[in-house]
């Protein structure tokens, strides 16, 4: 399993539950990949996911540009 990426220095109740929030999350989307018959099903899942976290990111972006 790959491993998270190491939280800035923080020891905040903010840095923890980022980080349990970042470990259930990509948790799910190892479970979708898993779910996956073949490489490439699993690269083309890999692709939506991505598509769907920038389209969040873009999202919450233009929601803080126009509230």
């Known amino acids: 399993m790959a491993e998270l990426p190491e ?15 970042m470990a259930i999350t ?21 692709r939506r996911w991505i598509a769907a976290i920038t389209a969040a990111a873009e999202d919450v972006i233009a929601e803080r540009r126009h509230p």
């Open 7 to 21: 939280p800035e220095p923080q020891h905040n109740r903010a840095g923890t539950t980022e980080q349990a929030r």
């Open 26 to 46: 990509l948790g799910s989307v190892r479970a979708s990949l898993e779910e996956q018959p073949s490489a490439n099903a699993i690269r083309a899942t890999a």
